[in-house]
C-alpha cells in the first residue's frame, strides 16, 4: 500500500492550516512514465482540453505535471487523508494493467458499483486509461437494478465497493452469463471469503504492478490508442418515464464540456471541492471526476450521506454544486437556527437580509453600490451574513451552482442576498451535463443563462427546447429507435423541456413536456412552478401536483422529518414515529398554511385546493425517488393512486 498524508482535523477552523503540497519549480513528479523536467522550469498544472485530447491522455499527463500534488482528500478514521496525484496515477496504472493481465480488451464495459470513494475514480480512470468504458451503477440500487444494467451495458467486469455491493452482483450472476470477474474494493468481513470469479482490488494492483515490470510501456500505449471519438462512459437515466436507457458519451464529447466550461465556472489549483452525488450520475462525475483532471482542484470525499452537511463545513468548498434539494436543505438549517436565535439576533439577521438583497439588486443592474449602502452591508456581512454562510459551509465559496431540476428564483434571490454567488445552470445526461449557463458578469433570475460556448439552444415545435453541440451524446446504447426520437437527421437533441428565449439569448425553462396538464376546465397547468414554491417552505421536501383531467388541483406531500419534527417538538405536539407525525393534526395545519401561502401567489385556479401527506418516510433506496431525491411523477400517480382519489370525491360537483 503506498503512504498516505494524514491531517487531523479537530475543530472547524483547522482546514486553513491544512498543509497543501505546492507544485515548486525544482520539483520532479513522482509519476509512472513521467519524463524527468528540468530543475529550473515551472510546472504546469493546468491542461487545455483542447480537440483531440482524450480523458485518458488528459489524466495521464495531469499525472505526469502534478507529482506530489494532493488530489484527492478521503476521511478515513476521523482523519482527512491524502493522495497525491503520482499514487493516484500509480493506482490507475496498476488496476489498469491487471484488467489486462486478466484479458481485459479494448472496448471492454466494465460496470462500478458503491459509494463515492477514490476507489470508484481510480477504477473509471483504469477503465478510462485502457481504452474500455465505464459504466456507473447506483449503490442504492436493488440486485434487480444492477442484473439490468450490467446486462444491458454488456459489462464483462464489475468493480464493487464491499460486502452489501458484492452479495447484490452475487445473488444474480446466475443470469449474467458475459459476467467474467467482480473486483471488491474494501475486503473487509471478505477475508475467509473465496470465490473464483472474485478478487480483491489490491489483488488486482499486484497484477498490475508485476505487469508492469515485464511490459513496462504497455499503460501508456493504451493511453495512446485512445481516439477522440471512442466511447467513454454510459450513463444510465434515472428511469423516470421507463426501463433506464444507457446514454453514450465520447471521450470528445466530454473532453469539449470541460472546455465549455471554462469560462462559465472557472476553477484552479487552489480550488477545493466535495464529491457526494452519485458517481455515476452526469452532474458529479463531471464536476468532481473529469473537470479536476484539466483544472487541478483537490476533491474531498464525504463520509456518508448523514454526515454530508458536517464534511461541508469541515471542508468549506471554494466551488461547489448542489441539487435544488441541498439547497433547500441549506435554506432551512439557516432559517431554523434565525427562528431558535433572541429576538434581537433575528431582527439583525432579518435586517442584514433586507440589506444583502438590495445589494443583489444593484449587482443584478450592474449598478455601483451607494455608499451608504456598502457601509450598511460590510456591517451586515460582518454581524450576521458571513456567520450564516459559514454554517453550511460556504463561507470561502466563490461561486456556487445549482442544477438537475428546477429551483425556485426566490430561492436564488433569497442565495444571493446571504452574499452567495449562486448561478443555475441547465443540461442533461443527454447534454454530457450543461448546455446553459449565465456569462460572466450578466444575471437575469428565472432564466438559466445563455447557451455555453460551441452550443446551440433553439425553442422548436409545441415551446420544445433542442440543443446542438460536440456534447450531445452518440445516443441510446441497444436503442437505435429511442436514438432517432432524441436526435434528429440535423443533430438536434429533443430535451424534451418546455422553455423560451428572449432577445438576449437568455432561456427560460418552463416545464418538462410530458409533465404540463390540462385540468377538468381546459386551464394549462404548468406543475413544476407551483411545486418549487411548496419546496421552497422549510417544512415541505417534495411535492406532486395533481391535476390532468381534474376539476382542481391537489397535491401529494412529503414533510422534511427534521423540520418538522422538531416543530411538533417545540409546540409540544406527540408522536411516536414518522407515520404519526404526518398524521398529527397540528402538522397538518402547519403544511396546510405553507400551502396557503403558496396559493397566494397563484391565480385561483391555480390553486392547491387539497392535499395529502406521503406517510411513509422515503429514501434513495425507495423507487419513488430518484437517486438526486426527486419524486417520480409517473409511480407517483400510479402508487399512490387510492390516495389522490380521496381527494376528489365522486359526489362533489
Known sequence: MEAKETVALSRPDARRARPQVAARSNERPDAPGAPARPAHVAAPLTIEPAAGVTLAGAFAQAVALRGQRIALREKKVGLWRATSWAQYGERVRDTALGLQSLG???????????????????????????????????????PRQVEYVVADSGARWLFVEDEEQLDKALAVRERLPALQRIVVFDMEGLRRFADPMVTSLEA?????????LVQPGQWHASIAAVSPDDLAILIYTSGTTGAPKGAMLTHRGLVFQAGCLASRMPEGPDDEQLSYLPLCHIAERLTTVFRPVFHAATVHFVESADTMAH???????????????????????????????????RRVFDWALRVGARVAECRLAGCALPAPLALAHAAAERLALRRARKLIGMDRARYVITGAAPIAPELIRWYLALGLDMREAYGMTETAGVATLPPPGRRKLG???????????????????????????????????????????DGWLHTGDVGSLDDEGFLRITDRLKDIFITAGGKNVTPSEIENQLKFSPYIADAVVIGDRRKYL????????????KYAQDARVPFTNYASLCRAREVIELIQREIDRVNAQFARVEGIKRFRLIEVQLSAEDEELTPTMKLKRKLVNEKYKSLIDSMYPQDEP
Not at 108 to 124: H, P
Not at 204 to 212: D, H, K, Y
Open 104 to 142: 481485459f480488451a479494448r472496448g471492454d464495459r466494465v460496470a462500478i458499483l458503491g459509494t463515492n470513494c477514490s476507489e470508484w475514480m481510480v477504477a473509471d480512470f483504469a477503465v478510462l486509461t485502457a481504452g474500455g468504458v465505464s459504466v456507473g451503477i447506483y449503490p442504492t440500487d436493488s
Open 311 to 345: 464534511n461541508v463545513r469541515e471542508v468549506s468548498p471554494t466551488v461547489f454544486f448542489g441539487v435544488p434539494r441541498v439547497w433547500e436543505k441549506f435554506y432551512s438549517a439557516i432559517r431554523i437556527a434565525a427562528d431558535d436565535a433572541s429576538a434581537l439576533e
Open 447 to 489: 432564466s438559466v443563462g445563455t447557451a455555453l460556448p460551441g452550443t446551440e439552444v433553439r425553442i422548436g415545435d409545441a415551446g420544445e427546447i433542442l440543443v446542438r453541440g460536440e456534447h450531445v451524446f452518440a445516443g441510446y446504447v441497444g436503442l437505435p429507435g429511442k436514438t432517432r426520437e432524441a436526435i434528429d437527421e
Open 204 to 212: 488486482l494492483m499486484q497484477a498490475g504492478r508485476e505487469r508492469a
Open 554 to 565: 391537489s397535491a401529494l406531500v412529503m414533510i422534511d422529518p427534521d423540520n418538522v419534527a
